[in-house]
Nanobody, 113 residues
Framework: VQLVESGGGLVQPGGSLRLSCGAS????????MGWYRQDPGKQRELVATITSRGSTNYVDSVKGRFTISRDNAKNTVYLQMNSLKPEDTAVYYC????????WGQGTQVTVSS
C-alpha cells in the first residue's frame, strides 16, 4: 500500500493550495479517505474526511475554507485549501481507513508572509 501526497509549499496568508494524495495497493473506492495535520510538538489532528459515498466531515477551524474531494477513477483524494492562515502551517498527512489505517509520508504546508 502506498499513499503519496503532493502540493504542499509556502503560501502567503489568504492564499490557496491544493493537496493531492494518490493511492495504490488498495481498493480505493472502499476506503474512507482523510487529511490530518501535525505541528511539531503537537498531536496529529483530523482536518477532513470523505467516505466512499462522498460524505464529508471537517474540523471546525477549516469549515468554509477547505474542501475535501475524491476521484475514485484516479485513486486520488484532494484537499483544496483557501483563505489560508498562519495557524494552518503543519505537515499534512493523507490517511486511508478500511479496518486498517494507512498513512502517507506527509507534505509540508507553510503559511507565512
Amino acid at each position: 500500500v502506498q499513499l503519496v501526497e503532493s502540493g504542499g509549499g509556502l503560501v502567503q496568508p489568504g492564499g490557496s493550495l491544493r493537496l493531492s494524495c494518490g493511492a495504490s495497493g488498495i481498493i480505493f473506492s472502499r476506503y474512507v479517505m482523510g487529511w490530518y495535520r501535525q505541528d511539531p510538538g503537537k498531536q496529529r489532528e483530523l482536518v477532513a474526511t470523505i467516505t466512499s459515498r462522498g460524505s464529508t466531515n471537517y474540523v471546525d477551524s477549516v469549515k468554509g475554507r477547505f474542501t475535501i474531494s475524491r476521484d475514485n477513477a484516479k485513486n486520488t483524494v484532494y484537499l483544496q485549501m483557501n483563505s489560508l492562515k498562519p495557524e494552518d502551517t503543519a505537515v499534512y498527512y493523507c490517511n486511508a481507513k478500511y479496518g486498517a489505517d494507512w498513512w502517507g509520508q506527509g507534505t509540508q504546508v507553510t503559511v507565512s508572509s
